[in-house]
């Protein structure tokens, strides 16, 4: 089975989050929309797409397998998935074992920090939220 597209990639997202939205009701898409748009190759915007689909639809890593998915995209998206009950360092360390894996994290945790995402928030929640991020992205940018 041929490696599917970016474009079997992107329309699979959009399929997974069917009905999602996002904190302010805007269609969940536009967020991997917008990480796969900071990405430079079609396996990084693939991976970006995709970077949420077995954390929070049902598909899940085998399926992608049986999909065609290659096993650096495989391994990167299940780097990138947060399980259930799972401590967060310990999520981050895993995302750090894949460079693919940590260069859409950064870009997922960048788009998460745009100020226009959540206009609308609790001074303390937002500020909890911006230094978690950040804390995130000093994890993940040293060695």
Known sequence: MPNPSLNDAIALAIKAH?????????????????????????????????????????LTVSELESMGYSKKIIRAIDCLSKREGEEYLNYIDRVKSSMLA???????????????????????????????????IEILTTS
């Open 18 to 58: 069917t009905g999602q939205v996002d904190k302010v009701g805007k269609p969940y898409i536009f967020h991997p929309m917008r990480v796969m748009q900071a990405m430079d190759t079609d396996v990084e915007q693939i991976v970006a797409v995709l970077h949420d689909v077995v954390e929070d639809s049902p």
């Open 102 to 136: 940590t260069k859409i994290k950064l870009a997922d945790l960048n788009d998460n920090l745009d100020p226009n995402r959540i206009p609308v928030e609790p001074k303390e929640k937002k500020a909890e939220r911006i230094n978690r991020y950040r804390k995130t």
